[in-house]
Each structure stands twice: as C-alpha cells, then as structure tokens.
Nanobody, 123 residues
Framework: QVQVADSGGGLVPTGGSLRLSCAVSGGTNSKYAMGWFRQALGKEREYVGHITWSGLTTSFRDSVKGRFTIFRDNAKNTAYLQMNNLKPEDTAVYYC????????????????WGQGTQVTVSS
C-alpha cells in the first residue's frame, strides 16, 4: 500500500518562504513522478509543478515560475516544494500526488495523493 505524506505548510507574510515535503512509503515501485497541486477555497484544484523520477526535469505553472522550485532525494523517497516570495494568491491547501507515470501527474490524475497541507500567506 503506497502512502503519501505531505507536510510543511503554515502561515507566512507576503514575501516569505516555505518548504513543503512529500514523503512516499510502501508499494513495490519506487520510481515515481511527484507533483504538487493546490486548491484555494471555493476554487478547483490546480497543477503547481512536478518533478520526474530522475529529477532531471521539472515544470511549473506560469504564476509560480521563478518563485517555486522542486527537488527530490530519492534515497529518502521524498520531494520538496520550495516556495519563495510568496503572495496572498498562493494561499491554498497544497497536495502532493505521485504516480509511476509522469503523464498522469501532469494531467492531474496521479494514483496516490497526500492528505494536503495548508499554506496561508498574509497580506
């Protein structure tokens, strides 16, 4: 049974930084693409960015490019979303999604999801 644990959210002022973690355990396939998604109150969940299993490729939605980065430590089966220069519009519940298929992550349909972690940016 694959389990995904995302954590690291909190309350920060505008311009602040946070680092979210996504740890994967269980299952027999350790080669997962890992993505981050977010859902603001009253809005649909949206793709934020992802990283391939190799870590060689990352991609982000336009609104976070230059501010967010993703990196991973495969020895720990953990990926990280580093968020800098946070803005109030980044306020949302952030979810980690993982799948053996990178396409599934990019399409917003990963097989496994974390429980979500709240990020609140005060203005």
């Amino acid at each position: 049974q694959v389990q995904v644990a995302d954590s690291g959210g909190g309350l920060v002022p505008t311009g602040g930084s946070l680092r979210l973690s996504c740890a994967v355990s269980g299952g027999t396939n350790s080669k997962y693409a890992m993505g981050w998604f977010r859902q603001a109150l009253g809005k649909e969940r949206e793709y934020v960015g992802h990283i391939t299993w190799s870590g060689l490729t990352t991609s982000f939605r336009d609104s976070v490019k230059g501010r967010f980065t993703i990196f991973r430590d495969n020895a720990k089966n953990t990926a990280y979303l580093q968020m800098n220069n946070l803005k109030p519009e980044d306020t949302a519940v952030y979810y980690c999604g993982v799948d053996g298929s990178t396409a599934a992550v990019i399409n917003g349909s990963p097989a496994y999801w974390g429980q979500g972690t709240q990020v609140t940016v005060s203005s």
